[in-house]
């Protein structure tokens, strides 16, 4: 027995590449395009739009990111474990229960209403230092906020919370993502206004109304600092009218799986669940070890494509929770074991996260949020092009 070697155990064939190499240059093309009077806090909330919050994290900060937003305290909280120690914003509010968590960790979290700043005040010791928190202002998202009429008294009443530190101010922009229109500057003259009239009592306030689409595209919504999230992970926010190549960006996320088998069908021959495809000549069908429990949206069915040999295969059929299959007549040298990309680039091919959102009938976030936890991710620069060994 100790003479057989044992084999080697391969991971699953199916991965994510994440660049970090490519997730930096975004960040820097969001630090050029904010200039050098604005800070850039990258959005890396839902563990990175799906692709990794802590490693993306490290490698930002690295790369001189001073702060990240996040949606949760629990987002935060797991950055803080990783070691991250720069400044994290917690966007999306909190319950309460929670105020113990963002004192321990050091947070900042956005207060929406009166209540939340007076329960943080209570939960603070004296021995600790005051709790920077950011307050929101409805300029017209509609979705939470303080009405900005109200912004006098509302500083009044922070000011006399003890233990509780305003430090900034921030407002969503609900249009940004269209380049016309006057919604996006509705809301900026609304944010302006408010600047004018707190400026008048209080200079050290930090101000921010930009996501990837207000930076990119609405220079003027710039302001003390950004909050680009969807350009870091290599989408233009205003796709189909501008692509990622026009601003700048580079692809961050390949994804790779292999052949699983091959068969020859006859003509007229009924593929997978519920029969909807049915081959039109003798056809070569390959099987994909990848369905909608990794993110590959049964939503794609019909529309679909892959990468393979450096040429485009149509999917074919129901796409199942765990399997896919990809009409291959076309493309001899598919065999098993043959390398397909789902998103990325083979040769002059390229699948792009936008490509597969108009699949899926989205948008490239959700597309990208969706990739399931079971798929494995792995970090550029020590890419795999292998698959991986399970220990
Ligand atoms: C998610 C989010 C962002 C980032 O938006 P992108 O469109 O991905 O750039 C910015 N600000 C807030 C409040 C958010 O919730």
Redesign the pocket.
């Known amino acids: 027995m100790a003479d057989n070697p044992q084999p080697r155990i391969q991971g699953r064939p199916t991965w994510l590449n994440i660049d970090l190499a490519a997730i930096v240059h975004n960040f820097h093309v969001a630090q050029k395009a904010s200039g050098r009077q604005t800070v850039v806090y990258p959005?890396i909330?839902?563990d990175g739009?799906g692709l990794g919050a802590i490693p993306i994290a490290k490698a930002l900060a690295a790369a001189g990111a001073e702060g990240f937003?996040v949606?949760l305290v629990e987002e935060a909280v797991a950055l803080r474990k990783a070691g991250i120690t720069q400044t994290l914003v917690v966007?999306?509010g909190f319950i309460p229960g929670l105020e113990q968590a963002i004192i321990d960790y050091h947070l900042q979290p956005?207060v929406f209403n009166l209540a939340t700043a007076q329960q943080l005040s209570q939960c603070r010791r004296e021995d600790q230092p005051a709790i920077p928190i950011h307050v929101?202002i409805d300029t017209g998202m509609g979705r939470v906020g303080f009405h900005p009429a109200k912004i006098s008294t509302l500083l009044e009443e922070i000011d006399h919370l003890p233990g509780v530190r305003l430090v900034g101010i921030?407002s969503?922009l609900a249009c940004?993502?269209e380049l016309t229109g006057d919604s996006t500057s509705d809301q900026l003259a609304i944010f302006s206004n408010l600047i004018n009239q707190i400026g008048q009592r209080d200079q050290s306030l930090r101000y921010?109304l930009?996501?990837?689409?207000?930076?990119l595209g609405h220079p003027a919504t710039r302001l003390d600092w950004t909050?680009?999230?969807?350009?870091?992970?290599g989408a233009s926010?205003f796709f189909p009218e501008r692509t990622w190549q026009e601003e700048g960006l580079q692809p961050v996320v390949s994804w790779i799986t292999h052949i699983l088998a091959i068969r020859e069908v006859p003509a007229g021959t009924p593929l997978g669940y519920g029969h909807d495809f049915v081959t039109q000549g003798a056809s070569r069908i390959a099987l994909l070890p990848v369905g909608y429990a990794d993110g590959y949206s049964r939503q794609m069915q019909n529309r679909a494509q892959v990468l393979l040999c450096e040429q485009r295969a149509p999917v074919v059929g129901r796409i199942s929770m765990d399997l896919t299959l990809v009409d291959v007549t076309a493309i001899p040298a598919a065999t098993i074991g043959s390398r397909v990309t789902l998103l990325g680039k083979d040769g002059p091919e390229f699948i792009g996260i936008e490509e597969m959102a108009s699949w899926m009938g989205t948008i490239p976030?959700e597309t990208i949020c969706r990739l399931s936890a079971r798929v494995p991710r792995y970090y550029l620069p020590k890419a795999s092009s292998t698959p991986p060994a399970l220990d």
């Open positions: 959005v909330k839902a739009y937003c949606a966007l999306s956005v929101k921030l969503h940004a993502d921010s930009a996501n990837s689409a207000g930076l909050r680009p999230g969807i350009l870091l992970y926010p976030y």
